[in-house]
């Protein structure tokens, strides 16, 4: 499956086309994406008029010829129009793929727009008429130099991805091996003991059980984290934004980890005031921000520790804050999340593992703030700030 959408990057528009495959006829797991982008600017400026000066206006008895190239508002990209009406004209797309022969996703931001190639003539419409045939053929033949240049850069640019999609992929496996090989290998230590213990200490026999159940959990967390984070950053994945109250929010983010408090012994003050102004949210993606928070406190909180979750509101802005007295972020890997926030380039390495990669990419999708305060010994404070509706 194909996705095609249109971006600015430092002022300059680029088309995206990417691939999208994955491991199930539903589509609802992830394999892969890879693509490229094309610079629409540079193929205004260069990529045609390249081609184009190859072809030469022609003159014969009188009659001039004249090949251009016009965009969607009719303005000519290059070449000239002479003064006479078109012999012929051909439009195509100015969309760098084949979508006859894929299925594709247009997003909205595409205008899928028609270009023509047109060639016009100065002289008296009869001599027009007649040479009309051999027009059409000099058309065609210049189309297909156009899609032949077309498919060679597209060709090039696809072989660049695929060498930057396989460093990233690389980057990213490493950075999630440690976290799966962390539960993994504390499952594998129990089961062993259990293997050459089980006549030992009962009391030791049944505390492994339980062990194992939570390494267990612990695994299947980061697994849902992974297919949550490719979901996010599919470009095929759409929000659906409404009108949400952020005390709403916090309750959907408590309702499945309140088993974990519990049984940690943890303490939570929720203070989520319902008069505060709604936000624009997805219910789905912003719970899972904070989910992803509050069991990062879970995972960090002292025994029998305390988190504190809090609304507030600041102007246009509403702030959900989720504190837990846990020992605190050293101070080199909290510089390294302060910059990750401060430029949003959000992934799996940054030292915040999945989890604030993922709330990362929710907010700044949302449009919000993210902001991280830790002090040692005494615990950390992760704030984000939605716009009010």
Known sequence: RYAVFDIDLADVPYQVVARITYDDSLREHLESVSGFTVNLDWVRQWYFADILSEVKPSASGGLTQDVALVDEYDRTVVGSNSKGPPIAERA???????????????????????????????RDPILLSASRRADTTLVATGLAVILCGVSLMLAHRAVLSGVKLAEMRSRFVSSVTHELKTPLANIRALAGTLARDSHGSSERYKAYPDLLIQEANDLGRLVDNLLAYARITDVTETYSFE??????????????????????GISIQVDASEELPFVRADQRAMVLALRNLI?????????NGHIRIATSR???????????????????????????????????SDGGGLGLAIVGKVVADHGGTLSVDSELGVGTRCTIGLPAC
Request: charged letters at 25%; a negative charge.
């Open 314 to 348: 600041a102007d246009s802005t509403v702030f959900i804050e989720v504190h837990d007295d846990g020992p605190g972020i050293p101070t080199a890997r909290l510089a390294a999340l302060r910059e990750s926030i401060a430029s949003r380039s959000f992934s799996p």
């Open 243 to 264: 009108a949400m109250a952020a005390a709403e929010l916090v309750d959907e983010a408590l309702r499945s980890l309140q088993p974990r408090l519990l049984e940690g």
């Open 92 to 122: 195509f797309p100015l969309l760098f793929m084949d979508s006859s022969d894929t299925e594709s996703d247009l997003s909205f931001d595409v205008r899928q727009a028609q270009w023509k190639l047109r060639v016009s003539a100065s």
């Open 295 to 303: 069991d990062n406190a879970i995972r960090h909180v002292r025994n």
